[in-house]
């Protein structure tokens, strides 16, 4: 039998691909990163299906849609008895941890369940001197976290006696709000020296109201606490908004650089056990996030960078080096793969498609058409992005508003009237036209959201109550 792998998912916080230098980032490198898709593989369209943390996170773990696993908002906490690709690993004899940011809630039922070792970090966790959670209790762990949770991950994997494979999830806080560096390791990024994205100042003019009201706005939204400094007087405006995005920018990608120093460190650690061959190896974040593109920090919304999630993975024993895979795939989609990796059997319950037959050159299905998208923590008090679900193809991306929180816990009360949105990706890959309404893209609307009404219904999802049935389904009745 071939041996079983070891599989170390290093899942970050916050972190656009655009801000990975194997991603073509022209504002850092991140030479440690990249070398995970020197090894095996790049996706160019991994997307999220819930651009939040928590939800996110629990797409991943459970391999379902967020109305599925009832991970819908950042106040909805997981269900941790509900199978996941690692409950499944452990019942298969692997051994599994997890160390580092949880975020799907504290507490009986809620803690994480299916590992047989875990220190997790409290709700967002800090940054310096984090507090961490296990078993035996919270305990205050002196140092800088993201080095933390690297030393525990190496630690336990170094622990482990005899040959069975382990799993292990190095699940980052960086590089998320409010963005603090490591004191201890001197920083490459001076303010300053950013080059703005070219959509900084998009002015929004076909945007829909949805999207203006959300309080994401660099100029207008980070904090005292989020730029640590106060800003020169006499700026105009435009001046003060572009010295808070390199104060802004200055601290995230210094955060960066601490994660990519970790991603060495395991490479290194595994290198030197003799264990990288037999490792499958990913790097990724819970979602991609706004780095001043159209003018907004966060993330929440359908748009590109929000909407796009790094994923480098290697597994040099089955998988060849360099290698891109350009198809569509969701979050959801990771734990079938990571199971039928490792020869284990999903749960009947996980959604998505495996994408491991594709890697090893023997698709097993057709590839995804489309993605489905939808966040639901509507018009919450601090962002205030509007609630929405949406469908992208290869090209086109259509997104319909529904702007009602529908009671979820962390939702504002108030709601307002629907909004669609349509993008070219190819005529408009920034996404600064919305042709909604264009006589030229009628009939291609009317495709689009006859496939969005079917691609929700496949996953087991229910449009809102205002939006009617698609005039093509109507037809086809």
Request: hydrophobic share 35%.
């Amino acid at each position: 039998m071939t041996r079983r792998p070891n599989v170390v998912l290093v899942l970050t916080d916050d972190h656009a691909a655009h801000a990975i230098s194997a991603y073509g980032s022209v504002v850092n490198r991140t030479p440690r990163i990249d070398e995970i898709g020197e090894l095996g593989w790049r996706f160019e369209s991994c997307f999220a299906t819930n651009s939040l943390c928590s939800p996110s996170r629990a797409s991943i773990l459970t391999g379902t849609y967020s109305h599925v696993n009832g991970v819908t908002t950042l106040v909805t906490p997981i269900d941790a008895s509900q199978p996941t690709f690692v409950s499944q690993l452990r019942a298969a004899g692997y051994r599994t941890a997890i160390f580092g940011k949880w975020h799907m809630g504290e507490g009986p039922g809620h803690d994480p369940e299916g590992f047989e070792e875990w220190q997790v970090l409290l709700d967002q966790g800090e940054y310096v001197d984090p507090q961490l959670l296990s078993a035996d209790g919270v305990r205050v762990v002196p140092g800088y976290a993201t080095e933390i949770i690297t030393d525990l991950a190496l630690d336990w994997v170094d622990s482990l006696p005899g040959d069975d494979p382990w799993c292990v999830l190095v699940w980052h806080k960086a590089p998320h709000r409010p963005w603090i560096p490591d004191p201890a390791r001197p920083t490459s990024h001076a303010a300053g020296s950013v080059p703005l994205p070219a959509t900084f100042d998009d002015d929004y003019a076909t945007r829909t109201s949805s999207a203006r009201r959300a309080a994401m706005r660099i100029a207008e939204h980070l904090t005292a606490e989020d730029l640590k400094v106060d800003p020169p007087a006499g700026l105009t405006y435009d001046e003060l908004a572009q010295w808070k995005y390199q104060r802004f920018m200055a601290d995230y990608l210094a955060c960066v650089d601490s994660v990519d120093d970790s991603v060495g460190r395991i490479t290194d650690r595994l290198r030197e056990r003799g264990d990288l061959d037999d490792t499958l190896l990913l790097y990724a974040s819970d979602q991609g996030f706004f780095l001043g593109d159209h003018g907004w920090f966060d993330k929440r919304f359908m748009y590109e960078e929000s909407l796009r999630m790094p994923l480098l993975l290697s597994y040099p024993r089955r998988l060849q080096g360099g290698r891109v895979f350009d198809g569509i795939v969701t979050n959801v989609d990771w734990a079938r793969t990571i199971l039928e990796a490792c020869e284990v059997e999903p749960h009947p319950r996980m959604q998505g498609r495996s994408f491991w037959p594709d890697l090893l050159g023997e698709p097993a299905q057709p590839p995804a058409e489309g993605m489905y998208y939808r966040y639901w923590e509507h018009d919450d008090v601090f962002h205030k992005a509007p609630a929405h679900y949406g469908y992208r193809t290869e090209r086109h991306k259509l997104v319909y508003f529904y702007n009602d929180g529908l009671g979820l816990p962390g939702t504002g009360e108030w709601t307002y009237p629907a909004e669609w949105e349509l993008y070219d990706l190819l005529e408009d890959p920034h996404e600064l036209r919305n042709v909604a309404e264009d006589p030229a893209y009628r009939e291609l609307r009317a495709r689009l959201e006859a496939k969005m009404w079917q691609a929700q219904a496949c996953v087991g999802d229910a449009p809102h109550p205002g939006q009617p049935r698609p005039a093509l389904l109507e037809e086809d009745a």
